[in-house]
């Protein structure tokens, strides 16, 4: 069957099949990852589609057992179609780095999908996504969480972690901590690097530390998951 026909009749799980506190708005698409991506680059839910140059879905392992959730994507993002290859995302890799991590181990993806801006001049300077854009994304995420069926999670920012933990999660209260999502997943959130990239000297050096902190608790997190111990 061609993709697009396979796409068309995949089957759905209800929304409540995530265990994420924002809402997931409709029944959520069950594909493989190739065939949720080609969903995803026709998705007409919120305006952003118009001026993004590309969906980018998100990339890694399906079977790696860890999803990190973004933001949005930015203007490297947009052009390239790959999640994280811009500023944060070399910010993000250094952390990875020291903290023992390599991108190749986790699936990297974003809670929204496509690019927003505003153009001033030449440039295409970051704008944020509304809630709407939000909520009508959220889907994608769904899906991918179906498909990957992550033992752990983590957030990069408040737009993440909100969407896990629900809209009163403060990162500067609740940073670096393991939830339970459910019986099978539990999730943390951390620093996004951009937030780090544009923070004061003295605050961006701490959370910089930080932000590798959680990494490292990933990491340890992660080789218990395959059973190593430290
Ligand atoms: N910021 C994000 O949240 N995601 C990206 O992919 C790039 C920058």
């Not at 991506?37 to 001026?51: K, T």
């Not at 990162?171 to 997943?185: F, H, I, Q, S, V």
């Not at 608790?217 to 395959?226: C, F, I, N, T, W």
């Amino acid at each position: 069957m061609a993709l697009r026909a396979k796409v068309r009749s995949a089957p759905r799980a209800p929304a409540s099949a995530v265990p994420f506190a924002k809402p997931v708005e409709g029944e959520i698409p069950r594909a493989g990852l190739r065939q949720l991506r080609a969903m995803a680059a026709d998705c007409r839910a919120c305006p952003l589609w118009r001026d993004a140059t590309q969906t980018v879905f998100g990339e890694g392992p399906a079977r790696g057992g860890v999803i990190v959730v973004g933001e949005q994507p930015g203007d490297e993002e947009d052009r390239s179609g790959r999640p994280f290859v811009g500023p944060a995302g070399r910010l993000l890799d250094q952390a990875l780095s020291e903290a023992g991590l390599d991108r190749s181990e986790l699936y990297l993806t974003n809670a929204v999908k496509h690019f927003k801006f505003e153009r001033r001049g030449k440039r295409r300077m970051h704008d944020r996504a509304n809630a709407h854009e939000q909520q009508a994304c959220r889907i994608w995420l769904a899906a991918q969480w179906l498909r990957l069926r992550p033992r752990l999670a983590v957030a990069l920012g408040a737009m993440a972690a909100q969407t896990l933990f629900g809209a009163s999660f403060r990162l500067t209260r609740e940073r670096g901590r393991w939830k339970d999502l459910d019986a099978r997943t539990r999730a943390l959130a951390t620093w996004h690097p951009s937030a780090i990239l544009r923070a004061p000297a003295p605050t961006r050096q701490l959370r910089l530390r930080e932000l590798v902190r959680d990494l490292r608790a990933l990491a340890a997190a992660m080789r218990e998951l395959r059973g190593e111990s430290d």
